[in-house]
T-cell receptor, first 112, second 112 residues
Framework: NAGVTQTPKFRVLKTGQSMTLLCAQDMNHEYMYWYRQDPGMGLRLIHYSVGEGTTAKGEVPDGYNVSRLKKQNFLLGLESAAPSQTSVYFC???????????FGSGTRLTVV | GENVEQHPSTLSVQEGDSAVIKCTYSDSASNYFPWYKQELGKGPQLIIDIRSNVGEKKDQRIAVTLNKTAKHFSLHITETQPEDSAVYFCAASWIQVNNLFFGTGTRLTVIP
């Protein structure tokens, strides 16, 4: 049972480039989330989804877009990368609204 | 929105001693309080959680206490071991929102 799988694990982008981070879960969870983790700031929610075909904004959504075309996948897109988006990105999923999250192992993104 | 404050930011203890990490939350409607452990290079992992209808929960060497009146909850680790060294995050959620709000983390170091 793989749990939550994130790809890629590392990426370096130039300012203005675009990319998509993929998150896949095999636990049939309804809820999926994208967080970013920065030193001293904990985990901040970017976007989330409460089911297939739904998405919603979190605390820091600017500069990011998401899609949940299939229940098991949640994609995070950066249309025009900026140095401020240098961070570690974590995807998570949960069965319901007030259940524990299962996190992926993260994607370390550097924008130069 | 919800604000979760976590203290201390760093904590060092001798192996075998106890460690306590405290969090406060701002919204009295918060009703779910999980704790996560993050080891170096990995995603956060749920270690224990508590809901607002109970005051304490234990799982072997770890316990969480909740004081709804004071709006704070704490993680207690007894008989600490070197493998307990990690960053610990508290979080809170309430029924009107679909996500968790995380504290800024505590780096626990257990000295052999």
């Amino acid at each position: 049972n793989a749990g939550v799988t994130q790809t890629p694990k590392f990426r370096v982008l130039k300012t203005g480039q675009s990319m998509t981070l993929l998150c896949a879960q095999d636990m049939n969870h309804e809820y999926m989330y994208w967080y970013r983790q920065d030193p001293g700031m904990g985990l901040r929610l970017i976007h989330y989804s409460v089911g297939e075909g739904t998405t919603a904004k979190g605390e820091v959504p600017d500069g990011y877009n998401v899609s949940r075309l299939k229940k098991q996948n949640f994609l995070l897109g950066l249309e025009s990368a900026a140095p401020s988006q240098t961070s570690v990105y974590f995807c998570a999923s949960s069965p319901g609204q007030r259940d524990g999250y299962t996190f992926g192992s993260g994607t370390r993104l550097t924008v130069v | 929105g919800e604000n979760v404050e976590q203290h201390p930011s760093t904590l060092s203890v001798q192996e075998g001693d106890s460690a306590v990490i405290k969090c406060t939350y701002s919204d009295s409607a918060s009703n779910y309080f999980p704790w996560y452990k993050q080891e170096l290079g990995k995603g956060p992992q749920l270690i224990i959680d508590i809901r607002s209808n109970v005051g304490e929960k234990k799982d072997q060497r770890i316990a969480v206490t909740l004081n709804k009146t004071a709006k704070h909850f704490s993680l207690h680790i007894t008989e600490t071991q070197p493998e307990d060294s990690a960053v610990y995050f508290c979080a809170a959620s309430w029924i009107q929102v679909n996500n968790l709000f995380f504290g800024t983390g505590t780096r626990l170091t257990v000295i052999p």
